[in-house]
């Protein structure tokens, strides 16, 4: 274990930054594995990557809960719906090799920073939903009053997107889960934030519970648990400092980042 104690460190990092933009920190975490361990298969990758992300969601979530951040209901409904997607994405890990996996998810970490650059905003507060649906209000413990409206059948549809291609990617999902809730549900974004928090953990459990049984953890334990022990730390310290950032700041964040990694996997695929 002891040869493992400097990632702590890097999961405290990791931890802070997918706290802050309610990512995560997969999409941080998987890159950065591949990158250090370049004969693993993607299955033990996405499976401590998938595992890390819930330690980091989970204390994330308690800090966000702490705040009154979350919208329970519509977390309810989107994790309901992310569990089916990430089941089968986890046993489908061991069918992808490791060039087509760094392809695939390069390709998916610059598409989803275009799409954060150039997608539509919407003002938090609007209580007129695009597409007609459910009216939502939100008081922080601050209290930040938040009233905003979405169709939870577009919810549904999209979340069962995010918990396939998430799991068998082993990002966790925050990274699409953010921008969807943010730019096409019409969330404020520190709630989109917050709420994708409580989802994640619930999804990523899910993905880490058939790992398990898969036994694919075998190698990955120690791993897990360094990392695992930095983002727990990590999480509450970037959900404090969520509330000294400006929700448009950490979507540019978010994008600067998919982009920049998404861009360094294709360069080492090929």
Not at 216 to 237: C, E, W
Request: proline fraction near 5%.
């Amino acid at each position: 274990m002891e040869h493992y104690l400097w990632l702590v460190p890097v999961g405290f990092v990791i931890g802070v930054y997918g706290t802050l933009i309610g990512a995560g920190g997969g999409f941080v975490l998987v890159p950065f594995l591949l990158i250090l361990y370049p004969r693993e298969e993607p299955e033990l990758i996405t499976s401590v990557s998938l595992a890390v992300v819930f330690f980091n969601a989970l204390s994330g979530t308690i800090a966000y809960a702490r705040m009154a951040r979350i919208d329970y209901k519509s977390g309810l409904l989107f994790s309901a719906a992310t569990v089916p997607g990430a089941i089968l994405g986890a046993l489908n890990t061991a069918y992808i090799s490791r060039r087509p996996f760094d392809v695939i998810l390069g390709l998916l970490m610059i598409a989803a920073s275009v799409f954060l650059m150039i997608g539509p905003r919407f003002a938090p507060g609007c209580a007129k939903p695009r597409h007609g649906g459910l009216i939502r209000r939100l008081v922080e413990a601050d209290g930040t009053v938040h009233t905003f409206a979405y169709n939870p059948l577009l919810g549904v549809i999209m979340s069962l997107f995010v918990g396939y291609f998430s799991s068998v990617l082993g990002i966790g999902g925050g990274i699409i889960h953010v921008p969807v809730l943010a730019n096409l549900l019409n969330f404020p974004v520190h709630v989109a934030t917050a709420t994708s928090h409580f989802a994640l953990a619930i999804m990523t459990l899910t993905g880490t519970l058939v790992h398990l049984l898969k036994g694919t953890f075998h190698h990955g334990i120690h791993r897990t648990l360094a990392l695992g022990a930095g983002v727990v730390i990590g999480a509450q310290v970037g959900a404090r400092l969520s509330r000294r950032v400006h929700g448009p700041w950490i979507i540019r964040a978010l994008a600067v980042a998919l982009v920049f990694v998404g861009l360094r996997l294709l360069a080492a695929a090929f």
